[in-house]
């Protein structure tokens, strides 16, 4: 397959020629520096990876310019001259590998999670954050507008190529700019030319203090898509007064706390959301447009560059999924690409929970330098795993990567296990891009795949394995609840539903207000059918991320889905159901179909043939005990890496 042509040409951007379009933007990780916010072998491991993998253009995350601003606990801080020597030495590490390496500025401002927080006016965020900042009084936005000059000054001193002013996201410099959050009368407020003075004059002192030719990249928002935010018609406006102060390229992003579309959009939300802001920008500038927001494929960048949308494409997650993302397009292997799946746990959630970032479908993440000088096994093995889920493949992966010959066992015809059907609901297709990754790939490394058979002991003694991984999954556990055998209702489980093993009823009950519960309700709400949840729990969807599950509870609003929380049951009846919730006693009747889909139990049989087998056996993954998708994969590859 031919990689894309024009994603690889090299773009002239200031003073800096970058070798290709693709731009890791920057994130906010949440790991990689010590106590004095400088900079570690962590943090340098992990964007060393991705500059080894090729990108273009790349960006540290969450830069602070003040203290005050610091977003995060674990990011690094530009407010001292002591922060310089560290990232010196993270430069020198990305230098070998030519892409163009810059740091973002940024202050977070009432988006900050600390109680120091400053902000134009004392307006709470509208999400996430909740306490007050205090408002900035002139000479503390003087101060800022300095530190911003001076973070960079020390950035150019560390060696980077270039610096990314970060003025979208709800940050501090959107907080001036959005009339919501910016309620000043004095000559920072009001008006257009008022509410954008802050940013022209940051962007004065850092050019006044770096010179012309250090090229000075801004992302800005090309919409807050909030109330009375920051909008395409004002990014229109100022683009060119950017352009003309000296910006070197705009990369236009959208959204903050808060807003209808998230910033870090989960896969329900359309891929290129954010491209049509970018495409926008592009015609009122003749300086580089970077576009961003849910942009995964090559091809995907491809057409973006060649119909003239934008000069560069940015992607984030994208990059934690696969540090080799670039390399791999540039050489036509899409299939070796390991895909974002959009769930935003890893990523996000964890970020937003003051946790390590990290990646669901990628458990190297933050552990790059740790695995850098990872070796292959030193004695090849027979390595037998039974069962082709996700922790199955993904073990069967690692350890074919590691030098052993291996054979995966499957009883079912299909590879995927439950995550082939988590992928069946509205707009959760792209989990089975991840069981489709690790296909390819252990057909690529030749392991043996065995699938629609049942293992039996004679069979084992065949394969004569010399360690054996079990990663056999689990199914739907049957709730002892009063009246739950008795009823007149059709009984099945979730998965039986999503296999298609029986046709369920038009109006419907579901035991779970878990994940699997408002999925399958989503799934069936589709095809018309009368829904009602009944979560036992006080919160639904508790291990989905908040940004994922923010468009799943969207997508249930809807007339034929009725959630309960906190249910008590008493019984199930012939045709319904009685309970309480949230303290009311309420009885449901005229139904035909009760689903569960609550608890989930290992599957363990096979144990039986393998327990008396002289090799040691591993239980990995939801055979061990039934866990989200992220835990699964990275017990997988630890067991895989460990054989």
Not at 619 to 626: R, S
Request: net charge positive.
């Amino acid at each position: 397959m031919s990689a894309p042509k024009h994603l690889f040409e090299p773009l002239r951007i200031a003073t800096m020629t970058a070798p290709n379009r693709l731009m890791m933007s920057a994130m906010s990780i949440n790991f990689g520096v010590d106590g004095a916010g400088c900079v570690t072998e962590q943090l340098t491991g992990y964007l060393r990876a991705r500059a080894a993998g090729g990108a273009g253009m790349m960006l540290v995350g969450g830069g602070a310019v003040h203290p005050s601003g610091l977003e995060l606990p674990q990011l690094p801080t530009l407010w001292d001259d002591g922060c310089i020597s560290s990232l010196q030495k993270m430069v020198a590490a990305i230098k070998p590998y030519g892409t163009c390496f810059g740091m973002q500025l940024m202050h977070g401002g009432r988006q900050s999670y600390h109680d120091r927080k400053v902000a134009p006016s004392p307006i709470k965020a509208p999400a996430v954050v909740k306490s007050a900042p205090r408002e900035l009084a002139p000479e503390e936005i003087h101060e800022l507008v300095q530190s911003f000059g001076d973070a960079a000054r020390r950035c150019r001193e560390a060696g980077f190529d270039f610096i990314e002013i970060h003025g979208a996201h709800g940050y501090l410099i959107n907080q001036f700019l959005a009339p919501n959050s910016n309620h000043r009368e004095d000559r920072y407020g009001g008006s257009f030319e008022n509410r954008i003075r802050f940013l022209l004059e940051l962007l004065a002192d850092i050019k006044q203090k770096t010179g012309n030719d250090f090229p000075v990249g801004i992302r800005i928002n090309g919409q807050d898509y909030i109330p009375n935010g920051w909008t395409l018609a004002d990014t229109l406006q100022l683009a060119p007064l950017l352009e003309h102060a000296g910006a070197a390229y705009l990369h236009v992003s959208a959204g903050v706390y808060g807003s209808t579309q998230l910033t870090i959009p989960p896969m329900y939300v359309p891929q290129g959301c954010f491209v049509p802001l970018a495409a926008a920008v592009k015609k009122v500038v003749t300086i580089p447009v970077v576009a961003v927001g849910r942009i995964k494929s090559p091809q995907f960048a491809e057409t973006i560059v060649t119909t003239g949308q934008a000069d560069v494409v940015a992607m984030g997650r994208t990059f934690l999924a696969d540090p080799y993302f670039v390399s791999k397009a540039a050489a036509g292997k899409y299939d070796q690409i390991r895909p974002c799946i959009g769930c935003c746990l890893g990523c996000i959630h964890q970020v937003l929970a003051l946790e390590p970032g990290g990646c669901v479908v990628n458990p190297d993440v933050g552990r790059e330098y740790l695995l850098a000088q990872e070796d292959r096994a030193a004695r090849s093995k027979h390595i037998l795993v039974l069962g082709a889920g996700p922790a199955g493949l993904a073990a069967a992966r690692m350890a074919a990567r590691h030098g052993h010959r291996v054979t995966v066992w499957e009883e079912k015809a299909v590879v995927g296990g439950l995550a082939r059907l988590a992928a069946l609901p509205p707009g959760r297709s792209e989990i089975q891009q991840i069981v489709t990754y690790f296909h390819n790939e252990v057909l690529r490394l030749q392991v043996k795949l065995k699938c629609g058979v049942a293992l039996t002991k004679e069979i084992l003694a065949g394969l004569n394995p010399d360690e054996i991984v079990v990663a056999t999954g689990s199914l739907p556990q049957m709730p002892v609840i009063k009246g739950v055998f008795r009823t007149r209702m059709q009984l099945c489980t979730v998965v039986e539903v999503l296999e298609e093993e029986q046709v369920v009823g038009h109006r419907v009950l579901i035991l779970g207000g878990g994940q699997a519960g408002l999925v399958l309700a989503d799934y069936l709400a589709e095809r018309d059918k009368t829904v009602v949840v009944l979560n036992r729990r006080r919160h639904f969807a508790e291990e989905m991320a908040s940004n994922d599950r923010f468009y799943l509870r969207e997508r249930l609003k809807r007339a034929n889905v009725t959630l309960y929380k906190q249910v008590a049951i008493v019984a199930f009846t012939d045709h319904g159901v009685g309970f309480h919730s949230a303290g009311r006693k309420e009885r449901l009747d005229k139904f035909d179909t009760l689903v569960l889909a609550e608890k989930m139990t290992s599957i363990r049989a096979v144990l039986e043939s393998v327990r008396t087998a002289p090799v040691p056996v591993h239980v990995i993954g939801d055979a061990k005990k039934p866990r989200i998708l992220m835990h699964a994969i990275a017990e997988a590859e630890e067991i895989g890496r460990s054989l």
